[in-house]
């Protein structure tokens, strides 16, 4: 048979023209950027096996008449039929995709609620999960962001190791491992854990329409938002706006009532006693629902014991002594807390501190008006006590005294939820929902919060949380978390030696003996 002869170039041009093909593919399919030198590369390689077709046109005509050619063209044309299926279906699989949960309990779906949220997206929500390579959790939150990505186009995430990106984590402002900010346009918000709630309510707060209205109580030797000394609240008027609240002084003695647009209203450390129509106007914006965030410190309560005591929350008249402070370098008068309640407002200080300059107790009363309901939220070392006999403490000479003190742990900071008040004249017709509840958040301390003492500890994400919880409660979901279901393969002896031999020890021997007879039987074919 004549043998095929071509042209050294021709053929040098053929094997350029493979290569540009198959490099412009690869490119094209794994490049995330600049995919379109991979459509030139084919494009060039593709000519080039055309002009190398054209100028072998008689060579190439004789190589397809033998029967070894065609078969060969035929086994490589099923190839690229497969190959083109397989793209097709992946192409196909990435616009029309769907997903089964056959978990227990369906710990890899996400609720019912995420879903909706998910879907009503408009615009780009770009997600960056700051955590460390192998840090515990993170593939639990890589599987969360896949399923939020998964049901929507909009949403995007990206993991970031603080300690490798330092800049971008400086840049948002990122102070403990697992933090994810969410970005949408020029907005973020901020979660301290990627849990489903944190995150779905998060997507909530950033499509919301304009700024919530926080509203700081003066008039009567508040704190400052404008003092930028150590004992002043410029820091935290600083870091609500970041959270992309609009806080205004409220001046209540001048007011008829608080006004119609406050989310919340926060009465930081008064000096001066409220006057009784002020406290009357809080109690009315409680009982229609309001929001009230109350910090108090020792010997300053504003004339609100009795206020709160008929809210169900009772303010210790004493000074929360703990000698344990010692040991983190503070006063025995800094009580240090590491006991947080079952809360969303305190979830995310789990395995933190915080710590209060001069505190006094705060806790729900045993006996209270019917209706209310409360959660101690902050609690004191079992070391600690409350000291009423404060001219002791001013000689150093403090002491816990029984039958006098009270022995801690002790309540710092509670919530109290109060029951609507009764409107039923003005209720519209055939509307079912429930009235709002009032929120009554009280501290028995302002000085936490204080420039000095915001950025230290846990104490920045306690009254932030704080905020954002009062602020937001209404417009945000509560989603039941999944309980990770125990599934043990349980097998007796005999299944168990099932389970070793047939997919050991059988399976393997039978091809291997059906390999032996296949062979042997084309040698005897042969013979």
């Known amino acids: ?44 390689g593709l000519a080039c096996l055309l002009l190398t077709a054209l100028v072998a046109r008689q060579q190439l005509s004789r190589f397809l008449s033998r029967r070894s050619a065609r078969l060969g063209l035929g086994a490589g044309a099923s190839v690229l039929v497969v190959l083109a299926l397989a793209i097709f279906l992946g192409a196909l699989a990435a616009r029309h995709h769907t997903r089964w949960d056959l978990s227990l309990g369906g710990a890899h779906t996400l609720a019912p609620q995420t879903v909706a949220v998910l879907k009503k997206l408009d615009a780009p929500v770009k997600a960056y999960a700051f955590l460390r390579e192998g840090q515990q959790g993170r593939a639990e939150a890589q ?62 707060r950033l499509g919301r329409a304009g700024k919530k209205l926080v509203y700081f109580l003066t008039g009567h030797g508040e704190r400052g938002l404008a003092d930028i000394g150590q004992e002043g609240y410029s820091e935290l008027n600083k870091a609500v706006e970041q959270q992309n609240y609009e806080i205004k002084p409220l001046i209540l003695a001048a007011a008829e009532a608080v006004p119609a647009d406050a989310q919340l209203v926060v009465i930081a450390g008064p000096k001066k006693p409220l006057a009784a129509p002020e406290k009357d106007r809080l109690g009315a914006y409680l009982a229609k629902g309001g929001a009230l965030l109350v910090m108090l410190d020792p010997q300053n309560d504003g004339d609100l014991t009795e206020w709160l005591a008929a809210r169900g929350v009772e303010l210790g008249d004493n000074l929360v002594v703990d000698p344990q402070s010692r040991l983190f370098g503070a006063s025995p008068a800094w009580p240090i807390a590491a006991d947080f309640g079952d809360h969303d407002i305190t979830r995310s200080l789990e395995g933190m501190i915080c710590y209060f300059p001069l505190a006094r107790s705060a806790e729900m009363m045993p006996k209270r008006p019917e209706g209310i309901t409360g959660v101690t939220l902050v609690r004191s070392g079992p070391g600690s006590w409350g000291e009423t006999d404060l001219d002791s403490l001013a000689s ?25 008040a009764e409107n039923k004249d003005k209720a519209p017709a055939g509307n079912d929902r429930q009235p709002p509840h009032g929120r009554l958040l009280v501290i028995g301390n302002s000085s936490f919060a204080a420039n000095a003492h915001l950025n230290q500890a846990g104490n920045r994400d306690l009254v932030l949380n704080s905020i954002s919880y009062l602020a937001e409660e209404q417009d945000l979901i509560a989603i039941r978390p999944k309980e990770t279901a125990n599934q043990p393969l349980l097998v007796n002896a005999g299944q168990a030696q099932v389970i070793f031999w047939v997919p050991v020890v059988v399976m393997p021997l039978a091809f291997l003996v059906l390999g032996v007879a296949v062979v042997a039987s084309r040698r005897r074919k042969r013979a």
């Open 1 to 44: 048979m004549e043998s095929l002869k071509m042209k050294p170039w021709a053929k040098g041009l053929g094997w350029l023209g493979l290569i540009l093909l198959a490099a412009g593919g690869l490119h094209y399919s794994v490049s995330m950027q600049d995919a379109r030198w991979g459509l030139i590369g084919m494009g060039a």
């Open 143 to 204: 599987d969360l962001l896949d399923q939020y990505s998964f049901a929507s186009r909009q949403f995007t995430y990206q993991f970031v190791d603080p300690d490798r990106e330092p800049a971008l984590a400086k840049r948002y402002d990122i102070r403990t491992y697992g933090t994810v900010v969410l970005i949408r346009g020029e907005r973020e918000e901020r979660v301290k854990l990627a849990e489903e709630q944190g995150l779905t309510n998060a997507l909530i």
């Open 396 to 420: 150093g000479q403090a002491r816990f005294d029984q039958g006098k003190d009270r022995k801690g742990p002790l309540a710092l900071a509670v919530l109290a939820t109060l029951p609507p």
